[in-house]
């Protein structure tokens, strides 16, 4: 689906408890660089289901009311299956900057997931930022991304 909000500034963000840690952190620094957000939680650390948060900021990003969607849990396994059941969501597991690079430059994603027990924060800023900053490359890849729905 065509995103209808055609600023690249904006970001729809959730995790579970185990990823509630990085959300926050990463909450302020997108704040703090200028973007557009919507925080659809948890709200605390306490125990959640990873698909209560996954699928309404996949939603989000699915229906082009934000750009982007961050989403964090332990593994990033868990939030990117069910982010991935959404059509026109492509979201990608991403531990290093490399890999948030060409999740958007091949693969066009347009949902980062973390794995907020095996990366750092400055880590999740990063790869955060490389993802957010990289631009699709096209080409060769839209083919490739234009075969992914079937």
């Not at 997931?113 to 096209?138: M, S």
């Amino acid at each position: 689906m065509e995103n209808k909000n055609h600023n690249s500034r904006t970001v729809a963000v959730g995790s579970d408890h185990a990823g509630f840690e990085y959300k926050e952190h990463l909450v302020r620094w997108l704040k703090d660089r200028g973007y557009t957000l919507k925080d659809f939680g948890p709200r605390n650390a306490d125990s959640v289901d990873y698909p209560d948060f996954a699928h309404p900021v996949a939603g989000a990003v699915e229906r082009g009311e934000y750009t982007f969607g961050l989403l964090l849990c332990g593994s990033a396994n868990g939030v990117a299956i069910t982010a991935n059941k959404r059509p026109g969501i492509r979201a990608a597991i991403c531990w290093t900057e490399e890999l948030g690079r060409l999740a958007r430059q091949h693969n066009n994603a347009n949902v980062l997931c973390l794995p907020a027990r095996f990366i750092t924060k400055v880590d999740a800023e990063n790869i955060l930022h490389a993802f957010l900053q990289t631009p699709f490359e096209g080409g060769r890849h839209a083919r490739r991304v234009e075969k992914i729905s079937g």
